[in-house]
């Protein structure tokens, strides 16, 4: 994985974490949507400055992300990007 979509990866997995400090200093943005928007921003901007292209940056956007009927961006469950431990 290379580091600007493990940057991204780690403020989308936070996301809901840092909406509930947030919400709770009565900051805003307040919900795990808009922390993932702002990251979505953020890994837009890194992307196009290491000169990667639209489709690259929306392919890393769709393997941490998936938007609600309202098109409104949320972290992707933790199940589907996580392989499994077995002992």
């Known amino acids: 994985m290379d580091p600007i979509e493990q940057a991204f990866a780690a403020a989308v997995a936070n996301a809901r974490g840092e909406a509930k400090i947030l919400a709770t200093e009565g900051c805003f943005p307040a919900n795990a949507s808009d922390q993932v928007a702002g990251a979505l921003a953020v890994l837009w901007k890194d992307g196009k400055d290491a000169g990667m292209s639209a489709d690259d940056i ?30």
């Not at 941490?64 to 589907?80: F, L, M, T, Y």
């Open 58 to 87: 929306q392919a890393i956007a769709n393997r941490w992300v998936e938007w609600d009927e309202d098109d409104n961006p949320w972290p992707r469950a933790v199940i589907d990007n996580v392989v499994a431990f077995r002992r």
